[in-house]
């Protein structure tokens, strides 16, 4: 039988007592300590911050009481905004929608349009899909409609002026007669003009070109010689010209004020790259275009990796890029993953959707730049030897192709040559390589394909903007004032650079017999020093570049 020794009831409360002081005397000296009123009073800012921070780790929330009037709220301070401040917020997130326009004619103050034929579409009365396109059903297809602008460049040999509409429609070489109803600011009634033309932006041949499926088009509404005076501010599109449209378009002309054009713009077709960062590559890329010249590059996004979103951001600011939001049209899928499936296994649609945002980026710049150049963030157009620029690179070859022309070519493209990945041998000892970070991928990717791509094939042009009337992703389709043949550069005066995994999937038959050999190529060299600064100084701008122990560097 266990015995259990009798506890001495006295000692017991005792230990008791003595136990609950202490805990009492702990507990105190750490309020004490904590909650200092002198601390708190008298201390400064740093002192009260670490004094509330102390309340919140320790969990004594019933002190913040005495302090909240110290604390502020992290909350977005965005208010309820007025109908003209939301007209300016919808203009910037959609372009294409005449929102001002509507808003003054229609809801403030002024007298509604209300002509006997062609009423003024109300912006709630306009289908719009997938955000940025607009949608006209007609007797023979649907209408996809993404942009107009206004096009006074010299046309042809009567200088017609035209809005030119670039959109999509579900018909091949489609001719369905429609209307035009331009509007214009201080009119209450539209100026309405036959459809003069439909510019097929794709060759049958190349697949896909079949009722049903959505093809690129650009659509030439003539402007009359009575209003070319006036700058139009909005059109829509009908089958009958007195008909109450479902699509009104917004009319850009974006010419300088100062009618100044400068040099180069660059434009790249809608970005998908969801499931990829590539920012590091991104920054090289547009970094090594600054130098050759490019004054700004025009990106399209579909889906890009949020360190590619916070690289066109940062280069925005530095009003070196432009980013617009792209979608596609027609029930297409948008939603991020399914679009990327999408384009990777319908690849001709990818294609014709491609279209659109080339010469989105044309018609925006036809007045701001003397020449426009279609790029991927894979390619770059590279002098040879001692020339160092784009603008030299162009002045020689207009002196050579032109000889003075009044009528100088569209175009010039370069021949495609392949920089892949599998002739990657850099020899870190070489004095002249040794410096060079190992993840700027075109520093380092100096040996090319031996032999380059056949004539005109995957070349990429440099383009007159005042010859072009409609892009292809390789070539010009269609001209202002005669022939639109490209004229073929040198490769000994320059090459387009294609730095890859592999060949394109068009070429992969005779991929081996271009990729076989490969020879050094460093022209790349003559920049490198000051692409390895510039590179070097976004990275740390943006907070990549990290220390072997992963603490990353920050600006």
């Not at 003595?18 to 750490?30: L, P």
């Not at 009003?319 to 899928?333: D, F, I, Q, R, Y």
Request: net charge neutral; proline share 5%; with cysteine.
């Amino acid at each position: 039988m266990l015995l259990v020794p009798k506890v001495n009831l006295k000692y017991l409360l005792i230990l008791s007592v003595w136990v609950f002081v202490v805990v009492g005397t702990v507990y105190v000296v750490q309020f004490i300590v904590i909650y200092d009123p002198s601390v708190y009073v008298g201390g400064d800012r740093g002192a009260r911050t670490s004094l509330i921070r102390d309340y919140l780790t320790s969990g004594q929330y019933n002190q913040l009481v005495d302090v909240a009037n110290e604390m502020e709220l992290d909350v977005d301070p965005m208010r309820e905004r007025d109908f003209n401040e939301i007209v300016r917020d919808i203009e910037t997130r959609v372009p294409f929608l005449p929102l001002d326009f509507w808003a003054r004619q229609t809801l403030i103050g002024r007298k509604k349009m209300k002509p006997q034929c062609g009423k003024f579409p109300s912006i709630f009365e306009l289908e719009i899909n997938n955000d940025l396109w607009q949608t006209q059903r007609t007797s023979n297809g649907t209408y996809q409609l993404f942009g107009a602008y206004m096009d006074n460049r010299k046309s042809n040999a009567n200088d017609q002026w035209y809005i030119r509409i670039l959109g999509m429609i579900d018909r091949v070489d489609t001719h369905l007669p429609m209307f035009c109803q331009i509007w214009y600011d201080q009119q209450e009634k539209p100026v309405i003009v036959p459809l003069e033309e439909y510019h097929y932006i794709w060759i049958k041949s190349w697949g896909n070109a079949f009722d049903g499926q959505y093809q690129p088009y650009l659509l030439s509404c003539p402007i009359p010689w009575d209003h070319r005076h006036l700058v139009p501010v909005s059109v829509s599109l009908v089958e009958q010209q007195c008909a109450t449209a479902t699509n009104n378009l917004k009319v850009l002309y974006n010419r300088p004020l100062d009618n100044e054009k400068k040099m180069f713009a660059v434009c790249v077709k809608g970005l998908d790259f969801l499931y990829q960062d590539l920012s590091v590559r991104l920054i090289e890329w547009i970094e090594l275009l600054g130098i050759l010249g490019a004054d700004k590059i025009y990106f399209y996004d579909l889906q890009i990796h949020p360190n590619m979103s916070k690289v066109l951001q940062y280069y925005k600011k530095l009003n070196k890029v432009e980013v617009t939001k792209l979608t596609l049209p027609a029930g297409k899928p948008n939603i991020p993953g399914l679009q990327h499936l999408f384009l990777t296994q319908k690849l001709y649609q990818k294609r014709q959707n491609e279209i659109i945002p080339y010469n989105d980026c044309l018609y925006k710049n036809m007045y701001k730049y003397q020449y426009i150049t279609l790029l991927d963030i894979d390619e770059v157009i590279m002098p040879k030897g001692d020339i160092l620029n784009w603008r030299e690179l162009m002045e020689m070859i207009s002196a050579k192709a032109d000889h003075g022309s009044p009528l100088p070519f569209p175009s010039y493209n370069f021949r495609n040559v392949y920089f892949l990945d599998s002739h990657y041998h850099l020899d870190r000892t070489s004095p002249e390589s040794r410096d060079i970070p190992e993840f700027l991928h075109m520093l380092q990717h100096t040996n090319r394909a031996a032999v380059y791509s056949a004539p005109n094939e995957h070349v990429k042009c440099i383009h007159r903007a005042n010859r072009i009337l409609t892009l292809h992703n390789h070539f010009a389709m269609s001209c202002l004032q005669g022939s639109c043949a490209a004229y073929e550069i040198d490769v000994e005066d320059a090459q387009l650079q294609h730095y890859r995994y592999d060949c394109v999937t068009t070429v992969q038959r005779k991929c081996h017999n271009m990729t076989e050999f490969y020879v050094s190529d460093k022209n790349i060299y003559k920049f490198k020093d000051d692409l390895i600064k510039r590179s070097l100084k976004t990275l740390y701008q943006l907070g990549f570049l990290k220390f072997r122990n992963d603490s990353t560097v920050s600006p």
